[in-house]
């Protein structure tokens, strides 16, 4: 991927390890690069990918960082100062003896063994790639983790993580919401703050978790405000604030999320995240992804359904949460700079205490209590395809979420 350099505007083809292991075989010194004389002769492990015990002592083939495959070379155990790359591959090694039936003491591996080693090896690296990717992409203080220890898979094709919604065509943002004057605006709202002038009540506590009920709308301050970023009604905004893992579930619901936080009841999680897309639009896109067994479609149906998040291409970290029927995050409508109510923001709040460790879901087929609510339903519709009105037959999809509440069907 390419790179830049501190001090140059033209994109390298090399990356920044490549570049180092350049000038070091060439004995080059680049103060940039950190590459002086002393250093020529250090090199770095990228991965290992094979394993022989020779009398006793161990070897091990290295995949130099920098440097191509027809140059890695084999190493005993003591010239390798990476003890937590070793302590990978030995749990990799032992997954592949025992795919391949082997002995786990076996002083050597078999053509399968090694293919199952290098793959997991590239696999891992193309994930740490990836990992990189998102989190230069993000602009929240939470980081993002990717974690596959399920199967051979690399990061998703065909997919761009973004930051903010992608507007697709048809889609018009024009409200500009007004700014509030107050110097305090929990503590002190001049006039309900922004969520009183739209004739609401402030939905957030002194902690920034939401303390009106689902269904009612989040108005927060906006760039047209007074008061400053660290205001306590600027949450959703603010992003995510939780370390978090995307992983590979190993019961079939492909990638799923994790916290690596213990996440307090009522916390804002992460914002669901996409391209906004008309109804027809969305109505379109539905029946191709029921036939593909997808389900990315959320709409905006706050007031109407006029608008769709489409997230199947274009997303954040909420592509990746799975459906519990038994769920232990909740969706409201959220107002910040636009106040288009058929263009509200979604974002996730904790139903209850969750654990560090804990899966993150929500319910694709949530509904609010019309009780004390405004709207008369959040509806994650995921599958437009077979809706009333359509030619296309509905589609059965079995729930693997394992609650004991569990509905059998997602649709």
């Given at each position: 991927?390419?790179?830049?350099?501190?001090?140059?505007?033209?994109?390298?083809?090399?990356?920044?390890?490549?570049?180092?292991?350049?000038?070091?075989?060439?004995?080059?010194v680049?103060?940039?690069?950190?590459?002086?004389?002393?250093?020529?002769?250090?090199?770095?492990?990228?991965?290992?990918?094979?394993?022989?015990n020779?009398?006793?002592?161990?070897?091990?083939?290295?995949?130099?960082?920098?440097?191509?495959?027809?140059?890695?070379?084999?190493?005993?155990?003591?010239?390798?100062?990476?003890?937590?790359?070793?302590?990978?591959?030995?749990r990799?090694?032992?997954?592949?003896?025992?795919?391949?039936?082997?002995?786990?003491?076996?002083?050597s591996?078999?053509a399968?063994?090694?293919?199952f080693?290098?793959?997991?090896?590239?696999?891992?690296?193309?994930?740490?790639?990836?990992?990189?990717?998102?989190?230069?992409?993000?602009?929240?203080?939470?980081?993002?983790?990717?974690?596959?220890?399920?199967?051979?898979?690399?990061?998703?094709?065909?997919?761009?993580?973004?930051?903010?919604?992608?507007?697709g065509?048809?889609?018009?943002?024009?409200?500009?919401?007004?700014?509030?004057?107050?110097?305090?605006?929990?503590?002190?709202?001049?006039?309900?703050?922004?969520?009183?002038?739209?004739?609401?009540?402030?939905?957030?506590?002194?902690?920034?978790?939401?303390?009106?009920?689902?269904?009612?709308?989040?108005?927060?301050?906006?760039?047209?405000?007074?008061?400053?970023?660290?205001?306590?009604?600027?949450?959703?905004?603010?992003?995510?604030?939780?370390?978090?893992?995307?992983?590979?579930?190993?019961?079939?619901?492909?990638?799923?999320?994790?916290?690596?936080?213990?996440i307090?009841?009522?916390?804002?999680?992460?914002?669901?995240?996409?391209?906004?897309?008309?109804?027809?639009e969305?109505?379109?896109?539905?029946?191709?992804?029921?036939?593909q067994?997808?389900?990315?479609?959320?709409?905006?149906?706050?007031?109407?359904d006029?608008?769709?998040?489409?997230a199947?291409?274009?997303?954040?970290?909420?592509?990746?949460?799975?459906?519990?029927?038994?769920?232990?995050?909740?969706?409201?409508?959220?107002?910040?700079?636009?106040?288009?109510?058929?263009?509200?923001?979604?974002?996730?709040?904790?139903?209850?205490?969750?654990?560090?460790?804990?899966?993150?879901?929500?319910?694709?087929?949530?509904?609010?209590?019309?009780?004390?609510?405004?709207?008369?339903?959040?509806?994650?519709?995921?599958?437009?395809?077979g809706?009333?009105?359509?030619?296309?037959?509905?589609?059965?999809?079995?729930c693997?979420?394992?609650?004991?509440?569990?509905?059998?069907?997602?649709?």
């Amino acid at each position: 991927m390419a790179q830049y350099l501190k001090d140059c505007s033209v994109s390298c083809k090399l990356s920044w390890d490549d570049l180092q292991a350049v000038c070091r075989r060439q004995r080059l010194v680049c103060e940039q690069l950190s590459v002086t004389k002393h250093n020529f002769n250090d090199y770095e492990v990228e991965y290992l990918c094979n394993y022989r015990n020779i009398q006793g002592r161990e070897f091990f083939l290295v995949k130099w960082k920098g440097y191509s495959e027809a140059e890695n070379t084999w190493e005993p155990r003591k010239n390798l100062k990476c003890p937590k790359v070793i302590r990978q591959f030995r749990r990799d090694m032992r997954l592949a003896l025992l795919l391949a039936n082997k002995p786990l003491d076996s002083t050597s591996l078999d053509a399968s063994s090694t293919s199952f080693l290098l793959q997991k090896a590239k696999q891992r690296l193309k994930l740490l790639r990836w990992e990189e990717q998102l989190n230069r992409t993000c602009k929240h203080k939470g980081r993002i983790f990717v974690l596959n220890e399920v199967d051979l898979d690399g990061p998703p094709k065909d997919f761009t993580y973004i930051s903010d919604y992608r507007i697709g065509e048809g889609v018009k943002m024009s409200q500009t919401a007004p700014g509030c004057e107050c110097a305090n605006c929990i503590k002190e709202p001049v006039n309900g703050c922004c969520a009183g002038a739209s004739k609401h009540r402030m939905a957030y506590n002194d902690s920034r978790q939401v303390k009106i009920k689902p269904g009612l709308p989040i108005y927060e301050c906006n760039s047209q405000c007074c008061c400053g970023p660290d205001c306590g009604n600027r949450v959703v905004q603010r992003g995510i604030q939780y370390d978090l893992c995307i992983f590979k579930t190993a019961n079939g619901r492909g990638w799923g999320v994790r916290t690596l936080e213990r996440i307090h009841k009522n916390a804002f999680i992460m914002e669901y995240l996409g391209e906004i897309i008309t109804s027809e639009e969305a109505e379109r896109r539905g029946e191709t992804y029921d036939k593909q067994g997808i389900t990315y479609l959320f709409d905006l149906d706050y007031v109407d359904d006029v608008y769709t998040v489409d997230a199947a291409h274009y997303g954040n970290i909420s592509h990746f949460v799975n459906h519990s029927c038994d769920p232990n995050l909740q969706v409201y409508n959220v107002f910040i700079d636009n106040l288009d109510e058929h263009l509200p923001r979604i974002a996730f709040f904790a139903t209850r205490a969750i654990r560090a460790g804990e899966e993150l879901t929500f319910d694709y087929k949530m509904t609010i209590d019309e009780v004390d609510a405004e709207s008369a339903k959040i509806d994650a519709c995921f599958s437009m395809a077979g809706a009333q009105g359509t030619p296309v037959k509905p589609m059965r999809m079995e729930c693997k979420c394992g609650a004991e509440k569990c509905r059998k069907y997602l649709f």
